[in-house]
């Protein structure tokens, strides 16, 4: 039978959307190829983008949104009036600003706004129309996109960058940096089996699509560059970057043009200064570490310290976190705090590095949709500092001595009254301190307490699964969850519902004990209002001990025993419904010195003063 090319295309995009149907997983694929030339003495670039977008998905698309994330930064924006609304709000008696952004933007001039104006746009050579809202760039197509089908977006871009405010922007008073360039291009919204994610910039988190970027960028010749991808025509450009014992060839006249290459990666970042020192330091055959710094507030050694301190860090991360892909990652002073991006991170101090680093494993590969589940990457990348940090302390690296104040932060947030679900999207939440303490510290203890309940090898193991089987995928917490529950053997949808989807809070308590027929019996009780497994530990007078573990019955399941050189003793399931339940040891009341529940304080129990019993005779 004859075929036309087009019919032809259509049953071969129809085979495709059916073996990813039944897969069950799809996600979209772009390329994006961009010409960009930067004016030093106004500010403005203009830019040239072609769009390569491939529709995985079984749907037909009559629309594609842009981000046009710099619009922010206009007087009245939402990104303006939220801070300004959220500055009138009391936490004790401080505002709740953004503190970086607090009336700044209200207050800017024309010359320091920030925006990007798309001047044209075509698909497939065809002008599409198109209207601003914000943010965000709606472009309704002249021609649907087709399941399968694959087209060519061409646009001509102008922008003018920002003071620094909020991530990206020029002259940053405190770095000294001229040019932190992020959020700096129209981006295609992410589609995904949950829809359009057009999600309008009011400070927080993004969402891209994974895909390759080759980025041009005509810049003075005295400039120094670093970000996401790799330079390749570093024999040009020099700064450092040309390969070992290589003569560089500058072009003649007072410009250059830095070409990057980024493979799969989900955004691009790139930071500009004359003043930038560079180092590198290549810490396995296939990774260079590059670190580009200016003094201001921090001196060379605290910069620099940075690469040793990655170096000597790496091994324990990628044992514990799965391995970095690609070849380089860049450590660079610029921004408004700490900001990650694939590949590189903007750093206003040395001491956020550890910090932005493992965001690379959460937020750079796993990707999650942050606008919608914050909590999975700070939360992933605050537990993964913290765990990070000790280990450097054990190794005696100077600086990680800082405690874990993540139980003492929940315990103020909970007592604060300002708590709001973990479910809540990022820019939704009503503070800024219920932000910043729930996805940080209460996503942070979702892990700890994951470790409680399943055992922290078997936490460990499904970091390791969970990396290996959805990075490069977008996961949401359903996908980690299923992760968790197939390397563990345990039901975890409980954990999730109260954990993520309420404020519910954990509190259980020694009720009672007695002696019986020669034993002796403690009576546990349940005061909170999310039930959990528990761990309790009995001490005796010959300093012998014995960890009683209760599960809870919604598990089923039971961890095995995390301490072997003590007596581990497994109970039948406790019932999320009951208030109370019965533990039993075979000593006598008069030999148990201490009672515990949950000794390792891992559980995020609200009220620890009931949980611990000294018996003295």
Do not use: C
């Amino acid at each position: 039978m004859r075929t036309s090319k087009g019919l032809l295309f259509l049953l071969l995009a129809g085979l495709v959307i059916s073996v990813n149907a039944q897969n069950g997983y799809w996600q979209q694929r772009v390329k994006y190829t961009m010409d960009v030339d930067m004016n030093v003495a106004t500010n403005r670039f203009t830019g040239k983008q072609q769009l390569e977008y491939w529709n995985h998905s079984p749907d037909t698309l009559d629309r594609v949104y842009y981000h046009l994330f710099w619009n922010a930064f206009q007087p009245g924006s939402m990104m303006d009036e939220r801070s300004r609304r959220q500055g009138k709000i009391l936490i004790g008696e401080k505002p709740d600003w953004d503190q970086r952004v607090k009336d700044r933007i209200f207050n800017l001039k024309p010359d320091e706004i920030g925006y990007q104006k798309v001047n044209t746009l075509r698909m497939n050579g065809v002008p599409q129309p198109y209207e601003v809202q914000g943010t965000i760039l709606i472009v309704t197509l002249t021609r649907p996109i087709l399941p399968g089908q694959k087209v060519i977006f061409d646009m001509n871009f102008e922008a003018q960058v920002p003071l620094q405010i909020r991530r990206s922007g020029r002259d940053n008073p405190n770095t000294k940096v001229r040019y932190s360039m992020s959020q700096w291009y129209p981006k295609i919204s992410v589609y995904d089996k949950d829809g359009w994610h057009p999600t309008p910039y009011v400070g927080r988190e993004f969402f891209g699509n994974f895909g390759d970027f080759e980025v041009n960028i005509t810049i003075d010749k005295n400039y120094i560059l670093g970000g996401t991808g790799y330079l390749t025509n570093a024999n040009q450009i020099g700064y450092g970057y040309e390969a070992e014992g290589a003569t560089v060839k500058r072009p003649a006249g007072d410009r250059l043009t830095w070409k990057f290459t980024a493979p799969e990666v989900h955004d691009f970042m790139w930071a500009a200064d004359p003043g930038f020192i560079h180092k590198s330091k290549k810490v396995r055959s296939d990774l260079t570490l590059h670190l580009l710094y200016k003094e201001a507030k921090f001196k060379a050694d605290k910069w620099e310290k940075v690469l040793s301190d990655a170096e000597q860090a790496l091994p324990y991360i990628e044992q514990t976190f799965g391995r970095y892909p690609y070849k380089q990652y860049s450590f660079i002073t610029g921004g408004d705090g700490g900001m990650e991006y694939p590949m590189a991170t903007l750093l206003a101090s040395p001491g956020a590095w550890l910090h932005e680093w493992m965001h690379e494993w959460f937020y750079g590969r796993l990707a999650t949709n942050e606008t919608r589940y914050s909590w999975m990457d700070e939360g992933g990348a605050d537990y993964a500092d913290t765990r990070v940090a000790h280990w450097l302390n054990q190794q005696g690296v100077p600086g990680y001595s800082r405690p874990d104040s993540t139980y003492i932060y929940y315990l103020n947030l909970v007592k604060s009254g300002k708590e709001e679900a973990l479910s809540t999207p990022a820019d939704h939440f009503n503070t800024n301190y219920a932000y910043g303490q729930g996805s940080y510290i209460k996503g942070a203890l979702f892990l700890v307490q994951l470790g409680y309940i399943l055992g922290e090898d078997v936490r460990d193991r499904i970091l390791l699964n969970y990396y290996q089987q959805w990075k490069f995928k977008h996961p949401d917490p359903d996908d980690l969850l299923r992760v968790a529950e197939r390397t563990s053997g345990t039901k975890l949808d409980w954990y999730r519902d109260y954990w993520i989807y309420t404020t519910r809070t954990i509190d259980y308590a020694i009720d009672s004990l007695w002696e019986e027929g020669g034993q002796t019996k403690i009576r546990l009780r349940n005061d909170g209002m999310m039930p959990m497994p528990v761990d309790f530990l009995i001490t005796f007078k010959d300093s012998t001990k014995e960890m009683h573990n209760v599960p809870l019955d919604l598990m089923y399941h039971a961890k095995p025993a995390e301490n072997k050189t003590i007596k581990w003793k497994v109970y039948q399931p406790w019932p999320w419904t009951n208030k109370y339940y019965t533990i039993v040891t075979d000593h006598r009341l008069t030999e148990i010195v201490i009672a515990e529940i949950d000794p390792s304080q891992r559980m995020a129990d609200v009220n620890r003063r009931n949980n611990r019993l000294e018996l003295k005779y």
